[in-house]
């Protein structure tokens, strides 16, 4: 029987570009398009296998059309699934191929949270690495290690970075949960932070043997103590875990993350030693706290962060790794909806980051339109201080060129293009 034939739509994405790596590994024949299809996540796909624009010429000889599911709503009459449907070519989203097709009979870590799920992820799958157990893993960051955002694995275990957004995450049973904490986030798809809870809430649900959580974040105590009065699994706190770990990468959220691996290879009966080892040997993976270069000797990060508590906890991890040096902080604030929702704890942590300058650029609109009021300039205005400041990208990198010194840190953070604004000055 011939390989089915799998077309991603937006193939270009950190989660889509991995998982059609994985099913490319597993005998699948795969195409994917995308507006850029070529970029960090897609280098190892043929150049005929990557097709750039939407079309229905596309869907030649395809049996599946797996979708990353942003385009359902942000273009809903986009011409490639409407083909699709016409020519009866089953549409899913690309999380509910991964659960269907590649989750199926195997062993499964999925990692889920507001925060710190790319690097969770990529330190259970070094550590399971590391322990001989040959993993399958997919993520949405890069792992220098293995030079992409996935590891092809002939075992049994699967580990996946379990994404909250579009409900995505209820498309896993998983054998072990990692919850690393539940802050409102994604209001562009849940109405308020009750639904929200609830989404984690159904997915926890779903656990077959142990949850892993962390019980800093109050959300999590409350969704935990209703999952458990439905189901029998293992659940196990790792926020007061004290391990005693030396990590190469700073900040006390990373400790936690390692634990909550910890606790993970505990589970699994990994040798302690051995997971100390591993975890003591993580490097990180790309746009967290990421080093990307330096300009007139200033070293320039660029983070991934793009939640209040995210881009608080960063810049103070980078702050505490450089006691003697200014920052110049560049904030892209992500999607109209998201940045209105969580408007007043942006302007709150904008005051207290410990920055000689914050520069908030424009809004990334991703696959929103405006809102009226909504705007990085009057962000900025609200947030009443001579030291945060609104431009745009030119005027921004004009400012950093003349104003940084050996004596600076250059932080960038988002999750939208600010990384290439971030990599111009390398």
Not at 24 to 38: L, M, N, R, S, V
Not at 148 to 175: H, M, Q, W
Not at 332 to 345: G, I
Request: with cysteine.
């Amino acid at each position: 029987m011939p390989a089915k034939h799998v077309h991603f739509l937006g193939i270009g994405g950190s989660g889509a570009s991995a998982v059609a790596s994985i099913a490319k590994a597993q005998g699948f024949k795969i195409t994917g398009c995308d507006k850029q299809p070529h970029n960090e996540f897609t280098t190892n796909f043929e150049k005929q296998e990557l097709l750039e624009g939407h079309s229905p010429d596309h869907l030649e000889n395809v049996d599946i059309l797996a979708v990353t599911p942003a385009i359902f709503s942000a273009d809903p009459n986009n011409q490639e699934v409407k083909a699709a449907k016409e020519r009866n070519i089953p549409v899913i989203s690309w999380q509910e191929f991964m659960g269907k097709y590649l989750e199926e009979g195997k062993y499964v870590i999925a990692v889920s949270g507001t925060h710190g799920k790319s690097t969770t992820t990529a330190m259970i799958g070094q550590l399971l690495e590391d322990a001989d157990l040959d993993p399958t893993v997919e993520l949405g960051a890069v792992v220098p290690r293995w030079g992409r955002n996935y590891r092809i694995g002939k075992s049994k275990y699967f580990i996946t970075e379990a994404d909250e957004f579009n409900d995505n995450f209820l498309v896993s049973r998983p054998d072990i949960a990692v919850v690393t904490s539940i802050e409102m986030d994604h209001p562009e798809y849940f109405k308020d932070f009750d639904e929200y809870k609830n989404s984690f809430r159904k997915f926890l649900t779903q656990t077959k043997e142990a949850i892993v959580a962390n019980l800093n974040y109050p959300a999590v105590g409350e969704v935990l103590k209703d999952v458990m009065k439905e189901t029998s699994v293992i659940s196990i706190d790792y926020s007061k875990s004290e391990f005693h770990l030396n990590l190469q990468i700073p900040g006390k959220f990373n400790l936690l993350n390692a634990a909550a691996a910890f606790q993970v290879g505990l589970l699994l009966g990994i040798d302690p030693e051995l997971i100390r080892n591993s975890l003591q040997t993580y490097s990180g993976v790309g746009r967290r706290q990421e080093l990307i270069g330096r300009l007139h000797d200033a070293p320039i990060y660029s983070d991934f962060a793009h939640h209040p508590t995210e881009i608080k906890v960063t810049v103070d991890t980078i702050a505490q790794k450089y006691p003697d040096k200014k920052l110049i902080v560049l904030f892209q604030p992500h999607m109209y909806s998201r940045t209105k929702a969580l408007w007043n704890d942006f302007v709150k942590i904008s005051k207290e980051i410990p920055a000689e300058k914050t520069i908030i650029l424009d809004i990334y609109k991703a696959r929103e339109y405006p809102i009226e009021g909504i705007t990085s300039q009057r962000l900025a205005e609200e947030i009443g201080d001579k030291k945060v400041e609104y431009m745009n990208d030119e005027d921004a990198l004009k400012f950093v060129r003349k104003q940084a010194t050996e004596n600076h840190v250059i932080i960038f953070l988002g999750a939208g293009p600010i990384h290439a604004l971030a990599k111009s000055l390398v």
